[in-house]
C-alpha cells in the first residue's frame, strides 16, 4: 500500500512539474531582424529574441533566413541595411538595399518568416542609389510607402508609393520618415535593425528552422575522405545475392527516381524550353536581374538603324512592349539567341512573329540564320505583312 502510494505521488509529481512548464511558456515573444554586414554583407537576414527586450539571444551564429539573390555571384547579391515590416493583413515585407549604385531597392513578402516568394528589384530612382529603405503604411488610403536616403541628390530623402510591390508610383521628395531602426547590442557587437512582438509559435518555427539548417548544413560537409573515421566503429558485412527468377516483378515508387535540375546556364530558356529566340517578348527588365534591359540579346545589322521600345496599341495587355525598327530597305534586327541559337542538320525549326507597318506599305520579311562570321547559313521568305498596302494591324506570320 506504502509502495503504490508513492508510486501515486511520483506520478503526481511528474505530471505537475511538466504541467507547470507548459503553463509558464510564454505566448509571445520578441524578435529584432537585422543584417550583420559580415562576409561583405553576403550573409543574409538574422534573426535574435527576448523576453524582456533587454537581454537578446541570436538564433544560430550568422544564420541566413533570406540572402539577397540580385546581380551576379562574388560582387553583388549583397543584403544591406534589411527593413522588417509586418503588414495589417499579417503578411512580411522586407526591402533591402542592394549595393551603393543602382537605384533599386530589393523586396521579397512572407507569411511565416521561413518561406519567401519571389524578390524584385524595382528600378524606382534611375540616375541615383537607395539606400538604407524603410516601410510605412498609410491605413487610410491602404497604401504602402518606400523611403530611402540617396547621396546622389541634395534633397536627401525620396519615397514611391505601392499596395502591392509590383507596380510603384513615381519618385518623391520625402521629408518624413515615421519608422526608423533601433540599435541593439547582442553578443558580438551593436547592430541595427527592427523589433517586433510575435507569438511563441513563429519564434519556436524560427529555432527550429536554424536547428534543422544547421543540420543539414553538417551532413552536406560530409566528404568520402573522412569515411575511415566517420565509420571506423563499422565491422564488415558479408551477404548473400541470389537472383530469382520466379518472384514477381514488384513497382518501383516513382519517388526513388529523378534528376537533378537547376536553372543555370541555360538550362531551362535555352535549354528544355524549345524557344531559341532570348527575350523574345522584349520583357527582360532590371528588377529580374541587374544587367537586363528591354532590348537584352537584340542588335541592329547596322548603326543606321534605329530601334526603341514601344507600348502604344499592343498585341495584348499582357503582353504590351514590341520594338519599332527605323531605316532603310534591308534594315533589321538581330537576335543572338542563348549563347547562340543551336540547330542539326535535316532538323525542322519553326519562326512565328506578329508585325505590323506603321503606314502600311510594307511587304515581306526576311528571316535569316546567320553564322558567327555573319554568313547565311538559311533564309525564307514570310507572307505579305500588309494586304492591298493598308493594313496597320497586327499580323501573325508563321513558317
Known amino acids: ?177 515615421h519608422n526608423t531602426k533601433v540599435a541593439i547590442r547582442l553578443s558580438d557587437g551593436n547592430y541595427t535593425g527592427t523589433v517586433h512582438k510575435v507569438a511563441w509559435q513563429i519564434l519556436e518555427n524560427l529555432l527550429k528552422k536554424q536547428q534543422l539548417d544547421a543540420y543539414k548544413g553538417k551532413l552536406n560537409s560530409e566528404r568520402m575522405v573522412d569515411d575511415v573515421q566517420r565509420f571506423a566503429s563499422l565491422t564488415p558485412l558479408k551477404g548473400n545475392l541470389k537472383l530469382d527468377e520466379h518472384i514477381p516483378a514488384r513497382k518501383i515508387s516513382d519517388l526513388l527516381i529523378g534528376a537533378f535540375f537547376e536553372d543555370i546556364n541555360y538550362a531551362a530558356d535555352g535549354g528544355l524550353y524549345a524557344e531559341l529566340i532570348q527575350n523574345r517578348g522584349f520583357e527582360y527588365t532590371p528588377m529580374d536581374r541587374k544587367e537586363w534591359h528591354s532590348l537584352t540579346a537584340w542588335r541592329t545589322t547596322n548603326r543606321e538603324t534605329v530601334i526603341t521600345i514601344d507600348t502604344l496599341s499592343p498585341i495584348h495587355e499582357n503582353n504590351r512592349h514590341y520594338v519599332t525598327l527605323q531605316g532603310k530597305p534591308g534594315a533589321g534586327i538581330v537576335n543572338e539567341g542563348f549563347g547562340g541559337i543551336s540547330i542539326k542538320k535535316d532538323e525542322q525549326y519553326n519562326f512565328s512573329i506578329y508585325a505590323r507597318g506603321k503606314s502600311g506599305q510594307l511587304g515581306h520579311l526576311q528571316v535569316r540564320l546567320i553564322d558567327g562570321h555573319g554568313n547565311t547559313i538559311g533564309e525564307k521568305k514570310t507572307k505579305k505583312l500588309s494586304k492591298n498596302g493598308n493594313s496597320t494591324n497586327w499580323i501573325w506570320l508563321e513558317m
Open 1 to 177: 500500500m506504502k509502495k503504490q502510494l508513492i508510486y501515486i505521488c511520483l506520478l503526481l509529481f511528474f505530471v505537475v512539474k511538466h504541467a507547470a512548464l507548459y503553463a509558464n511558456e510564454p505566448d509571445s515573444a520578441y524578435i529584432f531582424a537585422y543584417s550583420s554586414g559580415k562576409n561583405d554583407h553576403h550573409n543574409g537576414l538574422h534573426f535574435a529574441w527576448s523576453l524582456d527586450k533587454k537581454k537578446w539571444t541570436t538564433i544560430g551564429a550568422e544564420a541566413s533566413f533570406l540572402r539577397s539573390d540580385y546581380g551576379q555571384w562574388g560582387s553583388q547579391k549583397k543584403m544591406i541595411d534589411p527593413f522588417l515590416f509586418l503588414s495589417p493583413t499579417g503578411i512580411w515585407h522586407c526591402v533591402w538595399s542592394l549595393n551603393q549604385e543602382d537605384g533599386a531597392f530589393a523586396h521579397s513578402a512572407s507569411r511565416d518568416l521561413i518561406q519567401w516568394e519571389s524578390q524584385s528589384y524595382p528600378l524606382v530612382f534611375a540616375g541615383g542609389n537607395c539606400l538604407s529603405p524603410v516601410i510605412d503604411y498609410n491605413k487610410t488610403t491602404g497604401t504602402y510607402q518606400v523611403i530611402w536616403k540617396t547621396d546622389r541628390s541634395a534633397k536627401g530623402y525620396y519615397a514611391v508609393e505601392t499596395k502591392d510591390f509590383k507596380m510603384f508610383s513615381t519618385a518623391k521628395k520625402a521629408t518624413v520618415v
